[in-house]
T-cell receptor
Framework: GIQVEQSPPDLILQEGANSTLRCNFS?????LQWFHQNPWGQLINLFY???GTKQNGRLSATTVATERYSLLYISSSQTTDSGVYFC???????????FGTGTRLKVLA | DAGVIQSPRHEVTEMGQEVTLRCKPI?????LFWYRQTMMRGLELLIY????????DSGMPEDRFSAKMPNASFSTLKIQPSEPRDSAVYFC?????????FGPGTRLLVL
């Protein structure tokens, strides 16, 4: 089956810093989402981005489907950005998502 | 919309008991997913439905697990009998084509 790898596994930032999270996948995908799991366990949808670039405030994401990777950019990080960021991918003909192992982010005040 | 609703939010039970988790998807969404999250295995898809019909249940770990979706606004995940290794957070999610939205999860502890 498709493999999803996220890097880095852990990241510690000072408030105000920028960061880039990466998601590599081993096969062609038709669906890709980025989620943030906050410290209370809630999974929040950030982007649905099977291809192209999207921006939402301080967050943006880019997926290059032909090269099998996606990037999540966080600018001017805040302590509320702390948590785990997951990439999830789905292949053709299915909405079955495979989740990566996540990037655990801690933003220090 | 209130988002995906799950109940109960927390459940503590003893080994051997039946556990029923409930989910109300977002109105208009025709896909519903059940996931399990543990430290060891991460987020795993257990089963998903399209228009109330189970499409893929290959992630259901054992016959002790069953899921139903009697109508477009309600689904259950049942574990009978429960075991300590079933302790996890169980999430329900719903979507139209594409974006999945997760419920708050049910934290299950089997003693």
């Amino acid at each position: 089956g498709i493999q999803v790898e996220q890097s880095p596994p852990d990241l510690i930032l000072q408030e105000g810093a920028n960061s880039t999270l990466r998601c590599n996948f081993s096969d062609s995908v038709n669906n890709l989402q980025w989620f943030h799991q906050n410290p209370w366990g809630q999974l929040i949808n950030l982007f649905y981005i099977p291809s192209g670039t999207k921006q939402n405030g301080r967050l943006s994401a880019t997926t290059v489907a032909t090269e099998r990777y996606s990037l999540l950019y966080i600018s001017s990080s805040q302590t509320t950005d702390s948590g785990v960021y997951f990439c999830a991918v789905g292949t053709s003909g299915t909405y079955k998502y495979i989740f990566g192992t996540g990037t655990r982010l801690k933003v220090l005040a | 919309d209130a988002g995906v609703i799950q109940s109960p939010r927390h459940e503590v039970t003893e080994m051997g008991q039946e556990v029923t988790l409930r989910c109300k998807p977002i109105s208009g969404h025709d896909y519903l997913f059940w996931y399990r999250q543990t430290m060891m295995r991460g987020l795993e898809l257990l089963i998903y439905f399209n228009n109330n019909v189970p499409i893929d249940d290959s992630g259901m770990p054992e016959d002790r697990f069953s899921a139903k979706m009697p109508n477009a606004s309600f689904s259950t995940l049942k574990i009978q009998p429960s075991e300590p290794r079933d302790s996890a957070v169980y999430f329900c999610a719903s979507s139209g084509p594409g974006t999945q939205y997760f419920g708050p999860g049910t934290r299950l502890l089997v003693l």
